[in-house]
């Protein structure tokens, strides 16, 4: 009988050995590696069957608030915040963090050298090339861009934890390396990822809390959305 969750491929020696080899030398797991390639295969071949696909197996909702992110047009809302809802993390070793130790390895690292970069894969398409050209073009011309960060553990109850500032926004189609070379905590290490943001100033966020503020493309309560596990990536703004 087939195991949950579990596929079997049959592939050339030479290609699965390579493949052994390859994932050993780049600190990666089989099962990452795996999932992207078969995500970016069916996103490749047809992205509308893609992402039916994935409101039948992630829930309506969920897919909805990504859809609308990614073809939302309005960029320039006053106090707009790149959020991110942060969940296990797992370090290059295997070890499991939590979202509030996750945040504490960046804090160390951002004391290195006065900024780090933060990853995500939490987008499967990336972040749209005009709003990294929105925000870019707006941290240049010395304007803030903020980015805020949920938990949900004993903690804190899905609400914001963190903040922080960006300094840039990098974006790939698939994973990629850091921007920079090792300039991520090391616990990290050889991580890939679509989406790369460069911050400094990170701190406990104590003034704005997910009770404030609603996903900006859909109008939707950020806190009760988030709750529900139905947000983990996007862009935020205060209720009016």
């Known amino acids: 009988m087939a195991r949950q969750n579990y596929m079997t491929i ?12 390859f994932v050993t030398k780049k600190g990666i797991t ?14 490749a071949k047809d992205e509308n069957l893609y992402l039916e696909l994935k409101k039948k197996y992630l829930g309506v909702e969920v897919v909805k608030n990504m859809v609308e992110d990614r073809d939302s047009t309005v960029f320039d809302i006053k106090q707009e915040f790149i959020f991110m809802k942060l969940g296990v993390s797992e370090k290059a070793n295997g070890d499991l963090l939590d979202g509030e130790e996750t945040m504490e390895l960046y804090i160390a690292d951002e004391e290195k050298r006065g900024y780090t970069w933060f990853s995500t894969q939490s987008l499967f398409y990336g972040m749209s090339q005009k709003r990294i050209d929105y925000y870019n073009k707006k941290i240049e011309s010395g304007k803030n861009v903020k980015m805020l960060f949920a938990v949900n553990n004993e903690n804190f109850d899905n609400d914001i934890a963190f903040s922080a500032n960006v300094l840039k926004v990098f974006s790939s189609k698939v994973p990629v390396s850091c921007p920079e070379d090792n300039a991520y905590p090391a616990q990290f290490d050889n991580e890939k990822a679509r989406i790369w943001i460069k911050l400094a100033n990170i701190t406990n966020e104590i003034d704005i809390n997910a009770s404030m503020l609603q996903i900006t493309s859909t109008g939707r309560d950020l806190k009760q959305t988030i709750s529900n596990a139905q947000y983990h990536f996007g862009y935020v703004s205060f209720k009016e």
């Open 10 to 21: 049959s592939v050339a020696d030479t290609i699965q050995d390579m493949f052994n080899e």
């Open 30 to 43: 089989k099962t990452s590696a795996l999932n992207d390639v078969l995500e970016m295969y069916m996103i």
